[in-house]
Nanobody, 117 residues
């Protein structure tokens, strides 16, 4: 059964770091992170292809965040450095299964990240 469980959120001061983890059950083509600000749609943060670890990032987090995956542990990570108050959001893990032209997305429950100034 496919399941995603995030951990690692919390509160940190501006300039600090946090590492989020997403424990993954199931086989997925690509996994990634989105974040949601209050009253807004979810925004793309970063993604990694499970097979070859190809990564890409949203413009607002490039050079500060790093996504990685550990195949042996079936876990994906988001290392967040140089955090800013505007990074405060609920962070969601997302995983995509793909069959030819079709795909289906699974979401975790979300974890709160709060960056104080």
């Amino acid at each position: 059964q496919e399941q995603l469980v995030e951990s690692g959120g919390g509160m940190v001061q501006a300039g600090g770091s946090l590492r989020l983890a997403c424990s993954i059950s199931g086989n997925f083509y690509q996994v990634g992170w989105f974040r949601q600000f209050p009253g807004k749609e979810r925004d793309f943060v970063a993604a990694i292809r499970w097979t070859d670890a190809y990564t890409h990032y949203g413009n607002s987090v490039k050079d500060r965040f790093t996504i990685a995956r550990d195949n042996a542990k079936n876990t994906m990570y988001l290392q967040m450095n140089s955090l800013k108050p505007q990074d405060t959001a609920v962070y969601y893990c997302k995983a995509r299964q793909k069959w030819g032209l079709y795909s289906y997305d699974y979401w975790g429950q979300g974890t709160q990240v709060t960056v104080s100034s």
